[in-house]
């Protein structure tokens, strides 16, 4: 997959707006977006968005736009930093493993720290995060059923 980058920083609505290439990602498939825009004087803008990967143009890229208000004013004249994650997500919810003989965790232990060795490998749900608006996205929350792709 290639990388994806950002191709501008904007000053809109008091907030830090950026517009970020992406290709390799399966379409409407939400986009991990995450990191911050920084100038040497201080300015700082943290950004967090789960936005659905948009059509791509025929050459298989699409462009996304993140904001984030920033922490002070960004600066004419000083360059701006960004750094910046696109990915994948998924959510795996795992519970602890169960006894050979079947005998499922005691109730006595419940809550108490595990002890060296304890696993969790028993994969009761598995999804991809969906967002949760099209703004800046909340956590995303694990389903009943999952929904990754065959094969």
């Not at 803008?45 to 948009?54: E, Q």
Request: glycine share 10%; proline share 12%.
């Amino acid at each position: 997959m290639p990388r994806p980058y950002v191709t501008n920083v904007t000053v809109q609505n008091n907030q830090i707006m950026l517009t970020v290439k992406v290709d390799g990602f399966p379409d409407d498939e939400p986009v991990e977006i995450s990191g911050y825009a920084t100038q040497n004087d201080g300015a700082l803008a943290v950004f967090y968005d789960l936005p659905p990967f948009p059509a791509p143009y025929p050459d298989g890229t699409a462009y996304i736009y993140v904001t984030a208000p920033p922490t002070q004013s960004f600066k004419h004249g000083h360059p701006v930093t960004v750094v910046l994650r696109a990915s994948r997500v998924w959510t795996t919810v795992l519970e602890e493993e169960v006894e050979p003989g079947g005998a499922a965790v005691a109730q006595a232990v419940k809550g108490q720290p595990a002890e060296e060795g304890t696993s969790w490998s028993d994969v009761k749900a598995e999804v991809y995060a969906r967002p949760s608006s099209r703004g800046n996205a909340g956590p995303a929350v694990a389903g009943n059923e999952g929904n990754f792709p065959p094969g």
